[in-house]
């Protein structure tokens, strides 16, 4: 596809919507004869109204506003006769995009056939493939209707007369709208209530791998809603952002429109490159970039109007001035600067003013930040104490920093205070792990980290590091890598003492350190706590690393932190706290009472409780993947597993979901278990028959890996597999690694979205690591071959 210029788009809807004008102007003058029509001598083609281009421009709608309806109809010829056509939707506001619908409504007077006029013009649409929504009603029953419908009103408010009687459609705005503003406080909270239930069930635009670009939070519909808001004169309209965030929403649709060849409104993942290529833009990232810089852009004005709604609805605020901080006050139940500051001579004061905001839990007035933005001078680097304590002060306000850090990024005030702030600011990360932008989830994570505080010696540093954690993202290689080097430079500018920087740097450098090796690695095995231990280096970096996990867990997703990962990280911690500290090693691991008892059946025993499923069995080469094969067989999903031995007894949790439906019965588990340890229950034919029922994949996978990894354990080989999950997939490496005569020691199973990260600490029959080099190869693309 030819890459596409999107400047034209708009002009392109534009023509759309007049040529469609026109072609409804000939099938109405065809179907209204005489004496409803007159001869529209020096009429071209219906295009001119006869009525002002500025009559009524209503607030708030784009191309003019609602008023601005009669600019295209072919009013005149019928003034009087009684029937209009008017055009809500897409049509109505002249945004029509290829595979937009037609929204009609037929105004009349009590016209006796006006059934035949509507028929003589719906059936050529219908004929023509266009999709049409359409009605049929007098002026009281469109103000009726308007009054009764949300849906229908929002369409009203922005109707356009397309041709007939104008003084018809005119008397029809009227009285909507007129109805809309007397009845605003109802209609508005109803307003409100729709949106929410739109962003509940679609989500927010953009944080979003897959958005809805019409009804996603932050999306076309949340700017209609407030072109509503300002029809009934309660808000002004949006602002030249917004319509120029709302403009490139158009174009994204109109550009999936055409890659599609079909009225699509949801971006999904395999259309995304083709839509950016069509919209000009490198590749998808790009795209997705742009589309979360929209998105935020018209949530934040979003939230605005509603709180302009709120203070106008409910009354006067009380009058008076709450001091929060030096030069910043409460008013109105906003933050506003102190009367006689002047933000020029001050550079700290938007930290202040935004920490006051946060720790009071206030919005910071627009007109506050708007002047912050534009008249606050630079931070001297390195910072004064005072400013680093106000982003302490802010940040530790917990969930509250976030909405006046949006405010503060949204003025683009957060990228003048931290410039390498731009790197990953609205950067996707298009993984289903994450649910945020970069920057939100760096914010995010520090609001998270708030609430540690109280549990480790350096609580600012905690804060800061949660901020930077993950800013390596915004260059190329290993973000944790490259985020020590940017880590290093932001709190040199923020005037962290160099120790301070120092431990700042190591967290950033290391915060994927424990979850990784909770997860990923053996804890029973010396080597790996040595390790940690060692790129810790004290206790205090420990503390801030453990606090860190669990906040950057939580701020991920649901997806990257549970209580299976939390266990394992505290247990991790608790371990490697003992060797800095010079406490002899963990002793080996023994069977919890629990375990005992199931262990005490014989022969294998299940427990199933919710979604923690404990199998305890004599301890034998394949359990583990047996046992992942009897789950498999039953349907159910594994998102996490650990296998150990204790006294010749082998213990494996797994962390299961139901692929749909209510969890099997755990005597049915047992038993197939026990069956399938003796050799009775052919599990792969079962897998075999559910792989043959599966659909392909809807969108290309990245191949899978397999990687030796060398030093993480003297006592075993330590292979990690990452591929896309599927049913069955943990019995078929635990298979492949049978077939090669490998028994697995342990293993630490992960599935984070689609993707599996399965680490399996192996051994040969001999109960040795894997030394020899063609051994070695062989496992590797003996495991491969299984995964295909």
């Known amino acids: 596809m030819m890459r596409g210029d999107a400047r034209s788009y708009a002009a392109a809807r534009k023509e759309r919507a007049a040529d469609i004008d026109r072609w409804l102007a000939d099938l109405f003058r065809t179907a209204v004869p005489q004496p409803y029509g007159r ?16 009559d009524e421009r209503g607030a708030g709608a784009p191309n003019g506003g609602p008023g601005a309806a009669f600019a295209a109809g072919g009013g005149a010829p019928y003034a009087g006769t009684g029937v209009s056509l008017v055009a809500v939707g897409s049509l109505g506001r002249g945004e029509l ?53 949300l849906k229908a009103v929002l369409g009203l408010i922005q109707a356009r007369h397309v041709t007939g009687d104008p003084e018809l459609t005119r008397a029809a705005r009227e009285a909507v709208l007129a109805d809309w503003r007397a009845d605003s406080r109802r209609r508005l909270a109803e307003l409100r209530e729709a949106a929410d239930k739109r962003a509940e069930t679609s989500g927010e635009l953009a944080f979003l791998l897959e958005p809805d670009l019409r009804d996603s939070r932050g999306g076309l519909r949340d700017v209609q809603a407030m072109q509503a808001v300002a029809a009934a004169w309660v808000a002004s309209a949006p602002g030249p952002r917004v319509r120029e965030a709302y403009e490139f929403l158009l174009d994204a649709r109109h550009g999936l429109h055409l890659v599609t060849a079909r009225g699509a409104d949801r971006l999904v993942l395999q259309e995304q490159d083709a839509v950016a290529g069509a919209l ?51 008013h109105g139940g906003e933050v506003v600067l102190a009367r ?95 649910r945020f932008t970069v920057d939100r989830h760096l914010i995010e994570t520090a609001a998270g980290a708030a609430s540690f505080t109280r549990e480790v010696s350096r609580p600012d540093l905690l804060l800061i590091s949660a901020l930077l954690h993950d800013m390596g993202k915004g260059w190329p290689g290993d973000h944790s890598t490259t985020g020590e080097v940017v880590a290093r430079d932001i709190g040199a500018r923020m005037g962290l003492a160099p120790a301070d920087v120092a431990t700042v740097a190591t967290v950033v450098r290391h915060h994927l350190l424990l979850p990784e090796t909770a997860t990923r690695r053996d804890l029973d095995d010396p080597v790996t706590i040595s390790r940690v231990a060692e790129a810790v280096g004290s206790r205090e970096a420990l503390e801030l690393l453990a606090a860190l996990a669990v906040a950057d867990g939580h701020a991920t997703g649901p997806a990257a932190w549970n209580t299976w990962k939390a266990g394992l990280v505290s247990e991790l911690v608790r371990r490697t706290r003992s060797v800095l500290s010079g406490a ?53 999903v594994v998102r996490s597993a650990s296998a150990a ?21 755990p005597a ?77 020691r342990a293993a630490r199973v992960e599935t984070l979205g689609a993707e599996a990260v399965d680490v399996f600490y192996v051994v040969d029959r001999s109960g040795r690591p894997l030394t020899d080099s063609e051994q070695r190869t062989q496992v590797r693309e003996h495991v491969l071959a299984a995964l295909r």
């Open 668 to 744: 049915t588990l047992e038993a197939d278990l026990r069956l399938v340890l003796a050799g009775r229950l052919d599990i792969e034919q079962r897998l075999a028959r559910r792989t043959r029922s599966l659909r392909p994949a809807r969108v290309p996978v990245a191949p899978p890996r397999v990687s030796l990894v060398d030093d993480a354990s003297q006592t075993a080989t330590v292979v990690e597999v990452r591929a896309h999950d599927r049913p069955g997939l943990l019995w078929r490496i635990g298979r492949a690694f049978g077939e090669c005569n490998l028994d697995v």
């Open 340 to 434: 006689g500051v002047n933000p020029k001579q001050d550079p700290v004061l938007v930290l202040r003013a935004a920490a006051a905001a946060a720790e009071a839990g206030l919005p910071m007035a627009p007109a506050t930040v708007s002047l912050l933005a534009a008249q606050a001078p630079p931070l001297p680097v390195p910072w004064p104490d005072e400013a680093r304590d106000a982003l302490v002060g802010l940040l530790g306000a917990g969930r509250a920093a976030v909405p006046v850090w949006e405010e503060l990024d949204q003025a683009g005030i957060i990228v003048r205070l931290i410039p390498d702030w731009e790197r990953v600011r609205h950067r996707p990360q298009r993984n289903p792990v994450h």
């Open 645 to 665: 031995s204790a006294s010749s007894t082998a213990v494996i949790e797994f962390s299961v979901v139901p692929e749909y439906g209510t969890p099997p019965d």
């Open 280 to 330: 000009g833009l490198l590749d998808a990232e790009a795209l997705m970039r742009r589309l979360a810089e929209a998105g935020r852009t018209i949530s934040h004005s979003f939230d605005a109007t509603w709180r302009t709604v709120d203070r106008l609805l409910s009354g006067p605020a009380p009058r008076g001035r709450r001091p929060l901080a030096d030069g910043v006050v409460e």
């Open 97 to 149: 995009a290829p595979g937009s619908d037609l929204d009609l409504v037929l105004i009349h007077n009590g016209q006796d056939d006006v059934a035949r006029i509507a028929d003589r013009i719906w059936y050529p649409i219908w004929d023509s493939g266009l999709g049409l929504d359409h009605s049929v009603r007098t002026v009281d029953e469109v103000a009726k209707v308007a009054r009764e419908d």
């Open 39 to 54: 001869e529209g001598r020096n009429w071209p083609g219906g295009t001119k109204s006869g009525i002002a281009n500025g």
């Open 584 to 636: 002899p090693p963990a002793p080996a691991p023994s069977l919890s009472p629990q375990q005992a008892s199931l262990a005490r059946h014989g022969g294998g025993a299940v427990r199933v409780n919710g979604g923690a499923v404990t199998v305890v069995a004599p301890d034998r080469p394949g359990l583990l993947w047996r046992a992942a094969g009897v789950l498999a067989a039953h349907r159910m």
